[in-house]
């Protein structure tokens, strides 16, 4: 079974307030065995958008990535996070 992965991109408008996201997040992942394999603003942009960080999640699934996302405990991380930034968020399936 393919790997699941998150993409994303995020640009932050509130620092203070994203910082209660921050706080809260890592539940989910932690509790979803996420595997962080790139985060941070050291990128170059080639094409498309400017965003300030960028980010790579790892799952054993595609299933487990939404259901990630879709957990009780993201959503009340999300809730803290909506207005502190604008963010473009990707679920995608690895390669077999």
């Known amino acids: ?8 991109h995020v ?3 509130d620092a203070g307030q994203y910082k209660t996201y921050q ?3 890592p539940k989910a992942f932690q509790k979803y065995d996420a595997k962080f394999l790139a985060r941070g603003s050291d990128a170059q942009t080639l ?3 400017q965003w300030q960080r960028h980010v790579v999640i790892e ?3 595609m299933e487990q990535a939404l ?3 879709n957990s009780t405990e993201y959503k009340n991380a ?3 996070r909506d207005g502190t930034c604008k963010a473009s968020i990707t679920i ?3 390669m077999e």
């Open 59 to 61: 799952f054993d699934s």
């Open 78 to 80: 999300r809730a803290l």
């Open 11 to 13: 640009t932050i408008t």
């Open 23 to 25: 706080e809260i997040a």
């Open 92 to 94: 995608i399936n690895g």
């Open 67 to 69: 259901e990630c996302y």
């Open 47 to 49: 094409e498309g958008d």
């Open 1 to 8: 079974m393919p790997k699941g992965y998150w993409i994303a």
